[in-house]
């Protein structure tokens, strides 16, 4: 069995990450695909605020926090799904509040409503989570999980550990701690803290953050609980690391920084997808004079698609850019150099394509 089928074939989760761009997405689609050929009832979910995967899959519009069957192959299932932060949020609140009225008072409070939905940090936990029901859900063999870029990706692997440090910190243990009469000192010494938080969550009413504290208490022990399952669950023998790169040097750089965040955090990834490679051109099955030249046409105009492709997209951009505020666009075109550009030499070899 090849690298790729082994992994459809006996993991649980497939995380997807890489930088911007690569083809996170549409690679994370293609392997619940594959899953599903081999029999697997396989969901891919992915957290891209962008909406790609909707895209991708031909149903803008139509994917929520609930899996949606894509397609069924044989026995095998596709279904899809697309974070929703605030819901996922709302539900987790739902199963660790100890009475529906404690559910309620937090829904309703102002700043939980500016966090939920909207912190970055709130979409990795939130993210996380979402793994964790799709993983524990019994209509699923395999999770296929397709991750924001590079850096966010490391940020949603760590969220659960955020979050527990952040339950277990001792300022939130004082602001949630039933009020003794010594909230008014301790006041004093957070009132910097809340404000900062207040401004970022465009909130600037301090008891807000305290209500919502409040009414979290007693809910710590099931958030603390769902954290630990998701480290343990992207660290398990189950859990394989996807890294999506694309030819190119710059974001190959970020992914080397990623992959290295990745080891310290003890995530080894066990398969790499080279994407968006230029085709082979491997040489003729046979040398009969016509099979040979067949063989150069075809790799012609496989080339002249690259480059048609290619200025398509440069000429649409830059025909939305016009008319631009101070009159016409000119557009120059650079060719790709063959080898990296980092010497005096390499630029004026680029400056004589410049000036034609
Ligand atoms: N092998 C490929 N050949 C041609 N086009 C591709 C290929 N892979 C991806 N694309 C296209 O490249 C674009 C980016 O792909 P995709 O959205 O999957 O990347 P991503 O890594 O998820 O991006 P982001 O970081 O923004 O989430 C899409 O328009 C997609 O259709
Ligand atoms: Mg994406």
Known sequence: MSGVNDLLASRQVIVCCGSGGVGKTTVAAALALSAARLGRRAVVITIDPARRLA????????????????????????????????????ELIGRFAATSEQADVIRSNVFYKSISGSLSGTRDYMAAEMLLRLHEDPRFDLVVLDTAPSRNALDFIESPERL???????????????????????????QPVLKIIGRVVGSNVMSDVID????????????????????????????????????????????????????????????????RLTPPFDAPSTTSEDSVQAWLDDNVRSLHQRANRERDLVKSFVDRMSPSPTGTVDLVEIGEQSSDIHDLEGITRLADTLSG
Not at 55 to 71: F, K, Q, Y
Not at 164 to 181: E, K, N, Q
Not at 235 to 242: C, E, H, K, V
């Open 212 to 275: 919502f504290l409040r009414a979290f208490e007693g809910m710590e022990a099931g958030f603390a609980e769902r954290a630990s399952l998701v480290s343990r669950l992207l660290r398990a023998n189950d859990t394989a690391f996807a890294v999506v790169i694309a030819p190119s040097p710059e974001p190959l750089n970020d992914t080397r920084l990623l992959v290295e965040r990745l080891f310290a955090t003890r995530i080894s990834p066990s398969i790499v997808f080279a994407n």
């Open 55 to 90: 895209d991708a899959l031909g149903r803008r519009g139509e994917l929520s926090n609930e899996p949606t069957l894509v397609e069924r192959i044989g026995t095998g299932e596709m279904w899809a799904a697309m974070l929703d932060v605030s819901t996922t949020f709302d």
């Open 164 to 190: 527990v440090r952040f339950l277990r910190h001792p300022l939130f243990r004082i602001l949630t701690a039933p009020s003794r009469g010594g909230l008014r000192v301790i006041g004093a010494t957070i």
